[in-house]
T-cell receptor, first 119, second 115 residues
Framework: AQKVTQAQTEISVVEKEDVTLDCVYE???????LFWYKQPPSGELVFLIRRNSFDEQNEISGRYSWNFQKSTSSFNFTITASQVVDSAVYFC????????????????FGQGTILTVHP | GAVVSQHPSRVICKSGTSVKIECRSLDFQATTMFWYRQFPKQSLMLMATSNEGSKATYEQGVEKDKFLINHASLTLSTLTVTSAHPEDSSFYIC???????????FGPGTRLLVL
C-alpha cells in the first residue's frame, strides 16, 4: 500500500524567511510519481510540480525548490524568502504509474501542511 | 492550459433533495476524472474514478447509489448526490487527467451544505 506522511501539521513563519515542508512516502513500486499541490483559502488545488521515481534531479522554480531523495523516500519542498501570498495548505501526493491502468493514476495524499506567512 | 471548472461553486439544499455537480475540462480531453471529498482541515479523500464512457470505480466505503457519477463525454463528468442529508455537507473537488498523461488538474471545488 502507498502512504504519504507530512509530519508538519502547521508552520508559521515571518515574511522573507525560508521554509521547508517535509514529505515522506512509502511505496513498493519501482515506478511512481510524486506531486506537490497548493490549496489557497479559495479551495482550488494548484499543481506545483511532478517528479517521477527515476528522476532525482532537484528542481528550482523561482522561489520554490524541491529535493527528491529516494534513499530516504523524501520529497521536500522549500520556499525561499516566503511571502504572505504563500499562505496556503500544501499537499504532497504519490501515484503509481498510470500506464499500468486507470486505477494506477490515483493520488495518495498526505495530510497537508498549513503554512501561514505573517507580514 | 489544463483548466478544469466546476459548477456550482456553492450550493445549499434541503435534506432529501438531490444535487448535481458538474466538472468540465476546458482545454483538454479528460479521459479520466476523479471525484474527491474534503472535510474542513483534512486531506482529500478519493471517492471514485471515472473513465469516459465507462462506469465509475468507487472507493471502498463510498455508496455508489448515493453518489452517482456519469462521465458521458471527454470534457464532462457529473456527480449527483442523491437524497442528500446534512452529513453529506462537504467540499467536493474533481480532477481531470488527459490520456497518457500523469498529472491531474483540479477544479475549484463545490461547497455543499445540506440543511
Amino acid at each position: 500500500a502507498q502512504k504519504v506522511t507530512q509530519a508538519q501539521t502547521e508552520i508559521s513563519v515571518v515574511e522573507k524567511e525560508d521554509v521547508t515542508l517535509d514529505c515522506v512516502y512509502e511505496t513498493r513500486d519501482t515506478t511512481y510519481y510524486l506531486f506537490w499541490y497548493k490549496q489557497p483559502p479559495s479551495g482550488e488545488l494548484v499543481f506545483l510540480i511532478r517528479r517521477n521515481s527515476f528522476d532525482e534531479q532537484n528542481e528550482i522554480s523561482g522561489r520554490y525548490s524541491w529535493n527528491f531523495q529516494k534513499s530516504t523516500s523524501s520529497f521536500n519542498f522549500t520556499i525561499t524568502a516566503s511571502q504572505v501570498v504563500d499562505s496556503a495548505v500544501y499537499f504532497c501526493a504519490l501515484s503509481k504509474d498510470p500506464a499500468g491502468g486507470t486505477s494506477y493514476g490515483k493520488l495518495t495524499f498526505g495530510q497537508g501542511t498549513i503554512l501561514t506567512v505573517h507580514p | 492550459g489544463a483548466v478544469v471548472s466546476q459548477h456550482p461553486s456553492r450550493v445549499i439544499c434541503k435534506s432529501g433533495t438531490s444535487v448535481k455537480i458538474e466538472c468540465r475540462s476546458l482545454d483538454f480531453q479528460a479521459t479520466t476524472m476523479f471525484w474527491y471529498r474534503q472535510f474542513p482541515k483534512q486531506s482529500l479523500m478519493l471517492m471514485a474514478t471515472s473513465n469516459e464512457g465507462s462506469k465509475a470505480t468507487y472507493e471502498q466505503g463510498v455508496e455508489k447509489d448515493k453518489f452517482l457519477i456519469n462521465h458521458a463525454s471527454l470534457t464532462l463528468s457529473t456527480l449527483t448526490v442523491t437524497s442528500a442529508h446534512p452529513e453529506d455537507s462537504s467540499f467536493y473537488i474533481c480532477s481531470a487527467r488527459e490520456r497518457a498523461k500523469v498529472t491531474q488538474y483540479f477544479g475549484p471545488g463545490t461547497r455543499l451544505l445540506v440543511l
